[in-house]
């Protein structure tokens, strides 16, 4: 199967007309052809100028970005396969450093025999020094033995040297006399006396005459010069060797390095094409290249700089001539040199294979590797297009095959999971709508009762939740009262709930006593609920016409009582005894019954009534510690003078500060109730 299309990729018209560069190539270029013919026919003027300027700015900013864009689209094409990324990221890891360490050993190598070649030459150049030197030294030792031999003297020392320099010229200069000469004195003539800066007796260095052209550099003569007697009072001895191409020649056999050519570059640019004595120009030094600096003397002056050698050689003359130092023998007539040389050889080659052999390894593996990776992303676009019975075919018994392996595993399971999905949507779906059913239950819209003000909540800790609470008119003025906690959390306790609600509505028409109606819904419940359920309530009925509220308490959370007319606020925690709703064992119900109280409690104006369940009180923070019930009677007591909403919000910010980021554990439900009328005296009853 084809790879699936990239992305539409814009059009030479869209990127010149619908993009900034585009229009701004196209603007830029319109104005400089309009400037172009305007240059044909005359002068532009000023305004023009500064355009055609601000145009050449713009296709300058306009080809830059369109460039760049260019390379990342075809950089995203180029890469866009697992493939290329691979044999990329091979060929920097691989082939990149491996050409580095090549061409580092090779320009070190280079410098190594850049460096070596200038000693050499150097070290050349100072014997030609120190033979012109030693030649006018011995002739002056011997003239000074006897002047009337100086003919004789200056022609045995030039015919000694002759053999190794020809172009050799020797001088004596007597005081006040004509000089005795041998040799051809060129391309400098014999000099008529020592210069005033020698101070030394004995001087051998080196002269540069510039050429005619002083872009072609300058040729070098050896001059060594010996005064004889002392302080030269016999005259003086003065020995020329011309630099030329004999001495050259014979350099380069002593060395293995050829001079090409002098230059001062002090008095050409080192840019300057320099002739060599090939006849050839080169403009830079590269391999088989060399410098050497020579220390160049003004005759008349005495002023020394440094002049600049050019030098060539070859590698393997200049390798020979190194080599030849060496006399160990491995066999033979091989000397250990050769065997390095040849080793050295073996292992280029060696390593030349070896790369080439990675490469192509490299390049097998890149293919295996996206092949596999080709298949996967097939496999993945088919079960993108819903087709879960697509497998990938296992070509390998490595970890790509049981990678293939673990993808027909998981296309096998997909439909499972996405059947699970949507059975899981639905139940959540339907505890929404079991949620919604449960807050239906409670009471709904502003709790009004003339003569109290009531506030009340419901938080479950889940979707549905076992809490309730609700009211009751029982008669004139008289209101019943209700909050439970069905033991559990979920479906189970909030369906509970719905039939407790329903048999609270009618027993609360019936039994005007909380203790009576408590008992008949013990004796209808324990007979409906599982043996692992039971519910904790307290039910009471406020009485406005006899200022009396009467309650009982059937396992549930205590009753906090605050007393309006206190002067010192102290919040009462009532307590009732009785035993839970709906326990299914044996005796059950006779010992709810036993255990079963009935309180009464005048009311005041001014009062506080808060009736709460246990995730108030065990609300609990990230430390496990629980908000308590003196913590909710404090506040109680504290903030009673506020009406019953604000009193509630006081305490529900209380307990979000102190739970913090802990997790809700429970179901929260509070019914707060304060008196707003004075009610008639009444004593407090206890049944």
């Not at 052209?213 to 300058?218: M, R």
Request: with cysteine; net charge neutral.
């Amino acid at each position: 199967m084809p790879r699936p299309a990239a992305a539409p990729q814009p059009t030479a018209r869209a990127i010149l007309f619908d993009t900034w560069p585009g229009r701004l190539f196209l603007i830029s270029a319109s104005i400089k052809l309009v400037v172009a013919l305007w240059r044909m026919t005359g002068a532009l003027p000023g305004a023009m100028s500064v355009v055609s300027g601000a145009a050449t700015i713009g296709l300058v900013i306009a080809v830059g970005v369109l460039a760049w864009r260019l390379f990342v689209q075809i950089k995203r094409r180029l890469l866009w396969r697992v493939r290329a990324k691979l044999i990329l990221s091979y060929i920097f890891i691989g082939v990149i450093p491996s050409l580095l360490i090549l061409v580092f050993f090779l320009f070190a190598g280079s410098f190594v025999f850049m460096n070596v070649s200038a000693y050499l030459f150097k070290d050349g150049y100072d014997a030609i020094l120190e033979n012109a030197r030693i030649s006018a030294q011995a002739a002056a030792t011997a003239i000074g033995r006897d002047s009337s031999t100086a003919l004789e003297t200056v022609q045995r020392v030039r015919q000694i040297r002759a053999s190794m320099y020809p172009g050799i010229s020797v001088a004596y200069l007597p005081p006040g006399d004509q000089p005795v000469t041998a040799g051809s004195w060129l391309p400098l003539p014999v000099p008529d006396r020592a210069p005033p800066w020698m101070k030394e007796d004995v001087f051998a260095g080196s002269l540069g005459i510039p050429m005619k052209d002083a872009a072609e550099g300058e040729d070098l003569v050896v001059r060594s010069v010996v005064k004889v007697g002392a302080a030269g009072a016999g005259g003086i001895v003065v020995v020329d060797i011309p630099v030329d191409g004999h001495v050259i020649h014979r350099l380069h056999e002593t060395t293995g390095v050829r001079l090409e050519n002098v230059f001062d570059y002090s008095a050409s640019s080192p840019a300057t094409p320099i002739k060599t004595t090939s006849g050839q120009k080169q403009r830079t030094i590269l391999f088989e290249r060399s410098l050497a600096q020579v220390d160049v003397h003004e005759w008349t002056s005495g002023r020394i700089r440094s002049d600049t050698a050019v030098l060539s050689y070859r590698l393997n003359e200049l390798y020979k001539h190194l080599s030849s130092a060496q006399s160990l023998l491995v066999s033979g007539n091989m000397r250990v040199s050769d065997a390095l040389l040849i080793l050295l050889i073996v292992i280029g080659v060696m390593f030349l294979i070896i790369e080439a052999v990675a490469l192509v390894m490299g390049l097998a593996l890149a293919r295996s590797i996206t092949s596999s990776v080709h298949e996967l992303f097939m496999g993945t676009q088919r079960v993108r297009q819903g087709d879960f019975a697509h497998r990938i075919e296992i070509g390998s018994r490595d970890q790509l095959g049981d990678l293939a392996t673990s993808f027909n595993e998981m296309t096998g399971s997909i439909e499972h999971l996405m059947q699970t999905a949507a059975e899981k949507k639905r139940l959540e779906e339907e505890l929404r709508i079991a949620r919604q059913i449960q807050m239906s239950l409670l009471p709904r819209g502003p709790l009004d009762f003339p003569g109290i003000g009531m506030t009340a909540l419901c938080v479950p800790a889940r979707e549905v939740g076992g809490d309730y609470y609700d009211f009751f008119p029982v008669g004139d003025r008289r209101l019943g009262v209700l909050i439970a906690d069905v033991s559990g959390k979920g479906t189970s306790a909030a369906l509970y709930m719905a039939e407790l609600k329903g048999l609270m509505l009618s027993l609360s028409q019936i039994y005007q006593s909380p203790r009576q109606l408590l008992l008949e819904v013990n004796r209808i419940l324990s007979q409906n609920l599982d043996t692992r359920s039971f519910i904790t309530m307290t039910y009471a009925v406020i009485d406005l016409n006899a200022g009396l509220l009467t309650f009982a308490r059937a396992g549930h959370t205590p009753l906090i009582y605050l007393r309006g007319d206190s002067r010192v606020p102290s919040a009462d925690v009532l307590a009732p005894g009785g035993l839970v709703v709906g326990l299914r064992i044996p005796g059950a119900s006779e010992k709810f019954a036993d255990l079963l109280e009935e309180e009464s409690i005048p009311l005041h104006k001014g009062d506080v009534l808060v009736f709460y369940t246990d995730g108030i009180t065990e609300a609990m923070n990230s430390s496990s510690d629980l908000f308590g019930e003196p913590r909710l009677g404090r506040l109680i007591a504290e903030h009673g003078h506020l009406d019953a909403g604000d009193l509630r919000e006081r305490i529900l910010r209380e307990i979000e500060a102190f739970v913090g980021a802990a997790d809700q554990h429970d179901d929260m439900t509070m019914i707060l109730i304060k008196v707003e009328e004075a009610l008639a005296a009444t004593t407090q009853v206890a049944v």
